[in-house]
């Protein structure tokens, strides 16, 4: 994995404006990664996938973030101070590739959802962070109930095999809770207060479209500077995204002198 350079993430920001947020971050992965085939970043856990894009938007932005947050109590806006290392949950053991439970006579064997699993059940530009989410927030129940299905590997009841769905809700909770454990790294979630009125809530940090929010701002930015410095001094495109921004910025400010 490597740190993308200005013309690099410009041109990934250029092919993902029409994305969805599960495109996206492959898109942005698939650059920095080149080592790395497609398909083993798509079946890549979703706090794997996160953990990579949370050390790509460190190297790209540096370890500060800062981000807002609104009361749904009262509607105030809370602005956040956070670093790269707060958001960086640690698994309790390294991701399986396989896991089981026991629940309920049930003996469930299943795999981690992947982003092929949310780009075949999320809506058009639209992406669940994590699967305990994603019945309330990104996918309908049913969708939901989907990308469930599709992680199930063998299902048995008192020692006899089973049809992969439907099992009961209890069972499908026991998975779900499961997952998130195994990988916390999907779920990032603060326990907020809002000094207003003192609500307390949790809030879930997305990565995914936090980091691409950033990139689209930059990208905005970036294509105003380089026409303000096309136009003044006739430099090519290439040459003026090859600068060094610090030295970008001073010729800017000579411009407006």
Known sequence: MRALSAAEL??????????????????????AC????????????????????LTLREWTFGQGIQSLATCPACGDRL?????????????????????????ADYDVQFRLPNSLDLAACAAPMSEAASVPQAATENLSPGSHQTLLERCL????????????????????????????IADPQAEVQFNLTCPGCGHQWRSLFDIVSFFWSEIHAWAMRLLREVHVLASTYGWREADILAMHPYRRQLYLEMIGR
Do not use: K
């Not at 080592?35 to 083993?40: D, G, I, L, S, V």
């Not at 602005?79 to 629940?103: C, G, H, I, N, Y």
């Not at 299902?155 to 099992?167: C, E, F, K, T, W």
């Open 153 to 180: 590997l063998s299902v048995s009841y008192r020692g006899d095999a089973q049809a992969i769905a439907p099992l009961p809700p209890d069972v499908m909770n026991a998975v779900t809770a499961q997952m998130a």
């Open 34 to 53: 080149p080592e790395m085939a497609w398909r083993t970043l798509a079946e890549l856990s979703i706090g794997q996938r996160d953990g990579l894009l």
């Open 10 to 31: 410009l041109r990934v920001w250029e092919q993902g404006l029409a994305q969805s947020p599960v495109q996206r971050a492959l898109l942005l992965l698939a650059s």
């Open 79 to 103: 602005e956040l101070m956070l670093s790269v290392a707060d958001l960086r949950v640690t698994a309790p053991s390294p991701t399986p590739t396989t896991l089981s439970l026991q629940v």
